[in-house]
């Protein structure tokens, strides 16, 4: 099995910063890509940030410029680092991580989601 958990979001300011973390675990072979998500209330879940393996990143243009993703590899965790945020930044945030698993003596690509952590900027 594999769990992908967020940690870090919280109540800030606008103008504030935050950074989440997301750690994924389990019977992993190898993580493809870790990626931020964000959906706020009433709204479509919307990508934020998207991460390979090989270090290459892409940002929505909302929050070019003020989130950077990064990832420890060897730690199976990718962080979002959110600065000069803003109240249209409020969502919950989600991570999704594209992982290579051993199942059945075929390995394959899956895709895992973790339960999401709020993030609230207030004006």
């Known amino acids: 099995q594999v769990q992908v958990v967020e940690s870090g979001g919280g109540l800030v300011q606008a103008g504030g910063s935050l950074r989440l973390s997301c750690a994924a675990s389990?019977?992993?072979?190898?993580?493809?890509?870790m990626d931020w998500y964000r959906q706020a209330p009433g709204k479509q879940r919307e990508l934020v940030a998207a991460?390979?393996?090989?270090?290459?990143?892409n940002y929505a243009d909302s929050v070019k410029g003020r989130f950077t993703l990064f990832r420890d590899n060897h730690k199976n965790t990718v962080y979002l680092q959110m600065n000069s945020l803003k109240p249209e930044d409020t969502a919950v945030y989600y991570c999704?991580?594209?992982?290579?698993?051993?199942?059945?003596?075929?390995?394959?690509?899956?895709?895992?989601w973790g339960q999401g952590t709020q993030v609230t900027v207030s004006s």
């Open positions: 999704n991580a594209k992982v290579v698993l051993t199942v059945w003596g075929t390995k394959g690509t899956y895709s895992y």
């Open positions: 991460g390979t393996s090989g270090g290459s990143t």
């Open positions: 389990g019977s992993i072979v190898s993580i493809n890509a």
